[in-house]
């Protein structure tokens, strides 16, 4: 399958609406992203023509509204967007994006014990997951 094009933040936020409550109409979605932040109905209805055009949502006339779906799932897009933040910022190099979520961004006791049995399971595999 060919890459689909990157997500703007406004779409990505469009999108985690369609994953959080399913197939929806424009005032559905509009209704729950305005209850995060000020925007209009017809910039929500644009993200979602966008999305539709990236490949990421599907649309169905119903009666006179159409209903959008998420046709890509959140792990795959999330896998995409970091995939290519990787490549375009880092060259392709992980370590320096984990360096600065680690170093600058800080763990909490938590996460470091959860990397760590990550780790764990990797070095008992041989490596690459």
Avoid: C, N
């Avoid at 399958?1 to 979605?29: F, H, T, Y």
Wanted: glycine share 8%; hydrophobic share 35%; no cysteine.
């Amino acid at each position: 399958m060919a890459a689909r094009p990157a997500l703007s933040k406004g779409e990505m936020d469009v999108a985690r609406v369609l994953w959080e409550i399913g197939p929806a109409g424009v005032r559905d979605v509009h209704q729950t992203l305005s209850s995060e932040r000020d925007i209009e109905l017809a910039t929500v209805q644009t993200y979602l023509r966008r999305l539709e055009a990236k490949g990421y949502a599907s649309s169905q006339l119903k009666g006179r509204a159409r209903v959008y779906s998420a046709k890509a799932r959140p792990r795959t897009v999330i896998r995409e967007t970091v995939d290519d933040l990787v490549d375009r910022l880092f060259g392709g190099d992980s370590m320096p994006l984990v360096r600065h979520l680690i170093e600058d961004r800080g763990i909490e006791q938590e996460d470091l014990d959860q990397l760590r049995q990550l780790i764990d399971r990797l070095e008992s595999r041989g490596g690459k997951s």
